[in-house]
């Protein structure tokens, strides 16, 4: 036939395989957050699956396609060809095809059954940590039983420690998502689901909100903040501790009593006497040590006062359909909420 | 001689009845063949609106923190989208050239019920409509085409969260669910009950062609998976007016519920979505091969066992929920031993191919496009039921990838082997060829700019779901290049529709057997009178029109079957 059809299969057949591999190769590096970059033994094990697979895909695709590209090649309609013989079938060769995807699928299979019973088995001993990780609509909240500790946004553990995350929510379901340390684990109301996840070097890794859980559900954001284990311990000390009370901030502190944002909001110290009696009231973030984080608004923003600023001024514009109220705050009231909330370190 | 007057009556002219003006004949048929064109039309509107729908999602999404539709606008177009794909094209497309294919294939007059029939049809065409017209009342459902509880439903009785839809959006959704579902029971129904009992004398069961063997695995699994769905949505619409507590762990209730009756229907369903196309391919590769189909049992067995095992897999949609790792690990072997049958259907349509004499044709064109397609989305599969790598990308682009490889590499290649094929025995004419060609090329490479790079997103963590993105994730770039092969593919529909339209009515004349075919429905008049058939034909093998033009070589009198 006059077709160019097989000088096009060809080129369609190599451009996926090109696109494969330079971006598997931009994928690979970079601060992504992408699965192929792990930082801790559950995203090795994934990532490692993963290229298995690749390979065994790979090769089924080239053999596949190659016979398809070929046959269309080979057997293409030609001026003067007879009619072909009439093959109805081969039981030898179903056999064979039959049986050889099946080992194929084997093989395939035990690796994941292996890797699965690996992943989901929490490991005992070693440094452990343990964080309840409560998903919100739409936003994180880390509670950490032990130190007694409550923060949002930003889920700080150590290097080298097991992290025990207990999943809750008593909303919609919320999935769990760290794509360079594990992968997900869905939040699902009236079920105690838990999983690990350890991190082998410091730095901070972004995870997300992977179930649809409503209107924002693409700004439910949060950052794994990994700190050295002496670090991490001061990091915990300094959170244990109630809110500074600065004079200097005084007129922020006044605006936050009176402008009802402890309808919502605790901050220990202030309207809190710790963080084991939050009450369930108080739906939003707590705020105590607000300054020190890297994310707010569900991770929608970074901690700046000029972004505290912004959505102070309207939480709506920034975050449609969020639970924050516009609080109708002159320029100077915010100034001082921003000052004062960016004091809490 | 008395005389009379014969009094002159005024000749009697009968009114036309409604039945037998143009308008009528279509709203009032029973015919098989009129009601599978209107199903055809119907559901290729509904692809349309669909696409639409798919082409808003791409343009917000085609650059970071996209400022063309709200949130919430965003959340109702990717529920809509997916909702109007499955419910409203794939499935009333396959049902339509199912009704207008199967009776013509096994020589048959009608379908077993056609008032039922018709029944079936208008339920489409109503269901269809009450889901759009959700947008006209600033309602479309909005919790996604799976639409998970407890997002659809809270807001009752004071639980605590926010209710993707405090007002009736998913109730259009959960009654439009149960509507198309009593017109799918009505047509599987019909199509079991028409291939029973309706074949030509000689034609046994084993000698069906394999789209009808296809067909009525289909409509088995319709018939099975439907009345979970059913109940589902039933238990959602009583969860939401009636204050049950089916769905809800305040109440005792479970979320997961939802999942797993979901699913049971939702599972079965992909391959109520995928089956008819393995039949089209099954009949399309042969006659353009110029042989008869590869290992005929086996592509047709495996059919059936894919029918049996797609009730077992349902959980793989849920490895991220935490279930128990026994219950992960049987679901992940029987995910894996689903591939099995489908492998082997792939490995016959290769060997169809092997000693042919190929002539590319758009039907074949097509169907060649779907087996090269469809084999990337089952090996991206394969590599989704590896469950820890599942736990990384399910719910990510990864999978948006996949199910757009078998939906629309599969079916929708499908879909248009079997419009470019079957078109002139409906029309008496023939679709433009090169036109036809120009639109394969460009769909084959919309196709894979669209939907290939959504795995390397998923693998670089974009979750599915998610109306914008910040610019700083390295998304950007293949975001729009996915955003350009949406229009590429929407470039290839306007081909169509453009092709459509000019051959209706120029298209060159098809005769009644322009593929030199093997199958009954061409050998009968295109388009067929409406009793299909002078005489009922009799069957000595599997391709009785081959037999009827080939009578010393008639597959009868050289193979056993």
């Known amino acids: ?345 | 001689m008395a005389t009379s007057t014969i009094v002159e009556r005024p000749a009697l002219v009968r009114q036309k009845r409604f039945s037998e003006t143009y308008i009528g004949q279509w709203l009032t048929t029973t015919d098989h063949k009129k009601i599978g064109i209107m199903y055809m039309v119907t559901a290729f509107f509904f692809f349309v609106v669909g696409g639409l729908e798919a082409l808003l999602i791409r343009t917000q999404l085609a650059l970071p923190d996209g400022k063309v539709l709200d949130p919430q606008t965003y959340n109702e177009i990717f529920t809509m989208h997916g909702t109007t794909m499955i419910f409203l094209f794939v499935m009333p497309m396959f049902t339509g050239l199912g009704n207008y294919v199967v009776p013509l294939m096994i020589g048959a007059r009608d379908m077993a019920f056609p008032r039922l029939n018709a029944f079936g049809y208008w339920i489409v065409l109503f269901g269809g409509l009450f889901l759009q017209s959700s947008f006209l009342f600033h309602a479309a459902p909005d919790g996604g085409w799976f639409a998970y509880a407890p997002l659809t439903e809270c807001g009752v009785q004071g639980v605590n969260c926010i209710p993707a839809t405090p007002s009736i959006n998913m109730d259009f959704w959960a009654l439009g669910v149960l509507l198309l579902g009593i017109s799918s029971i009505a047509g599987a129904l019909n199509f079991v009950v028409t291939i029973f009992k309706l074949r030509a004398p000689g034609m046994t069961i084993n000698r069906m062609p394999l789209f009808v063997w296809m067909t009525l695995v289909t409509s088995f699994l319709l018939l099975f998976a439907l009345p979970s769905l059913t109940a589902a949505s039933g238990l959602l619409l009583l969860d939401r007016h009636l204050g049950t507590h089916f769905y809800q762990a305040a109440f005792n209730g479970d979320p997961l519920l939802w999942q797993h009756l979901f699913w049971s229907f939702g599972h079965p369903e992909v391959y109520i979505l995928i089956l008819p196309a393995f039949g089209i391919v099954s009949e399309v590769l042969p006659v353009f091969s110029r042989k008869p189909i590869f290992g005929y049992t086996f592509v047709a067995w495996s059919g059936v066992a894919i029918g049996f095992l797609s009730f077992t897999v349902w959980a793989h949609h849920m490895f991220a929920v935490g279930l128990p790792v026994v219950a992960q690990a049987f679901f992940a072997t029987s995910t894996t031993l689903i591939a099995i049958p489908t492998a082997v259907k792939i490995f016959n349509w290769l060997a169809t191919l092997y000693g042919g004499k190929l002539s590319f044709k758009t039907p074949m064109l097509f169907a060649l496009g779907f087996v090269a397609m469809f084999l990337i989305g089952g090996l991206n599969g394969v590599a989704l039921a590896i469950v820890p790598f599942d736990y990384q990308v399910t719910d990510s682009y990864f999978v948006i990838a996949h199910l757009h490889y078998v939906l629309f590499g599969g079916a929708v290649f499908a879909i248009f082997a079997a419009i470019f094929y079957w078109f002139p025995k409906m029309t008496g004419r023939l679709l433009n060829e090169r036109l036809g060609q120009i639109q394969f090329w460009l769909m084959l490479i919309g196709v894979n700019v669209t939907f290939f790079p959504m795995h390397i997103l998923g693998l670089l963590g974009m979750p599915r779901r998610i109306y914008t993105y910040a610019p700083d994730l390295g998304w950007n770039e293949l975001n729009l290049l996915e955003t350009v092969g949406a229009f590429i593919i929407a470039a290839a529909i306007l081909v169509f529709l453009f092709n459509f339209v000019t051959s209706l009515r120029q298209g060159q004349p098809a005769g009644s057997d322009p593929w030199d075919a093997f199958t009954l429905e061409w050998d009968t008049a295109s388009p067929p009178e409406p009793y299909n058939f002078k005489t009922i034909p009799v069957v000595r093998s599997r391709r009785p029109f081959y037999d009827k033009k080939n009578p010393e070589t008639a597959d009868w009198k050289v193979a056993v079957h």
């Open chain 1, 1 to 345: 036939m006059r077709i160019p059809l097989f000088r096009g299969k060809i080129r369609w057949g190599l451009l996926p395989l090109a696109l494969l591999l330079s971006s598997l190769l931009f994928a690979a590096c970079g601060g992504n957050p992408s699965i192929l970059n792990p930082a801790g033994p559950v995203a090795q094990e994934e990532a490692n699956l993963f290229w298995f697979i690749l390979g065994v895909a790979t090769f089924v695709f080239v053999v596949v396609e190659g016979i398809l590209i070929w046959s269309i090649i080979r057997f293409r309609e030609r001026p003067g060809m007879p009619t072909p013989r009439q093959i109805h079938g081969n039981t030898t060769l179903e056999i064979v095809w039959t049986v050889a995807p099946s080992i194929f699928l084997f093989v395939v299979l035990v690796f994941t059954i292996r890797t699965m019973f690996q992943v989901d088995t929490i490991p005992t001993g070693g440094q452990q940590l343990e964080v309840t990780a409560v998903g919100h609509q739409w936003w994180w909240e880390f509670d950490y039983p032990t130190q007694k500790i409550i923060t949002a946004d930003d889920l700080v553990v150590p290097t080298g420690t097991v992290v025990h995350v207990k999943l809750y929510s008593n909303n919609v379901i919320h999935s769990f998502w760290v794509p360079n340390l594990t992968g997900k684990t869905d939040v699902v109301p009236g079920h105690d689901n838990e999983k690990w996840f350890s991190v082998d070097k410091p730095g901070t890794y972004h995870g997300q909100c992977a179930e649809y859980c409503g209107l924002q559900h693409a700004n439910m954001a949060f950052n794994v903040i990994a700190l050295p284990p002496d670090q991490f311990a001061t990091w915990v000390s300094g959170q244990q501790q109630a809110a500074a009370n600065n004079p200097q901030y005084a007129r922020g502190l006044a605006l936050f009593k009176s402008k009802g944002c402890t309808a919502c909001h605790g901050i220990v110290g202030v309207n809190l006497n710790d963080f084991n009696t939050q009450p369930q009231t108080l739906v939003g973030p707590n705020l105590t040590h607000f300054g020190s984080r890297d994310l707010i608004a569900g991770g929608v923003l970074k901690n700046t006062p000029e972004n505290l600023a912004k959505w102070l001024h309207d939480p709506q514009a920034v975050k449609p359909g969020n639970d924050m109220p516009n609080l109708g705050l002159s320029q100077s009231e915010i100034n001082d909420l921003v000052a004062y909330l960016e004091s809490l370190k």
